[in-house]
């Protein structure tokens, strides 16, 4: 199973970007979704997690400000952002679910998207 994130890119502190993600040998409007941000602590943060049923998780510093989706007809999720912070600058990366440990996601499943907020 690997995944790849996409729609990266520099974008003024305020404004918004959208991310995709795309699996392959995994189907996301099955497993679900989630999402990871690697930022300049080198720390993985689990920033949502989309099951496939039931409540969406945000994190505490993305929470009114990101929303994620899935789109069940290609099987494609996202990850909309909006009112980005310095903060947000970090490689984000997409996984199926959360079952390998923080630890060790951003990374494991695939390449992620590089989001730059800057002033």
């Known amino acids: 199973v690997r995944t790849a994130a996409s729609g990266g890119g520099v974008v003024q502190i305020g404004g918004s970007l959208k991310l995709s993600c795309t699996g392959s040998?995994?189907?996301?409007?099955?497993?679900?979704a989630v999402w990871y941000r690697r930022g300049s602590g080198d720390e993985c943060e689990l920033i949502t997690k989309?099951?496939?049923?039931?409540?969406?998780y945000y994190a505490d510093a993305v929470k009114g400000r990101f929303l994620a989706t899935v789109d069940n007809v290609i099987s494609r999720a996202y990850l909309s952002m909006r009112s980005l912070r310095p903060e947000d600058t970090a490689i984000y990366f997409c996984?199926?679910?959360?079952?390998?440990?923080?630890?060790?996601?951003?990374?494991?499943w695939g390449q992620g998207t590089q989001v730059t907020v800057s002033s």
């Open positions: 040998g995994v189907i996301l409007k099955e497993s679900g």
């Open positions: 989309m099951p496939s049923v039931g409540r969406t």
């Open positions: 996984a199926p679910d959360d079952s390998i440990s923080r630890a060790e996601a951003c990374g494991y």
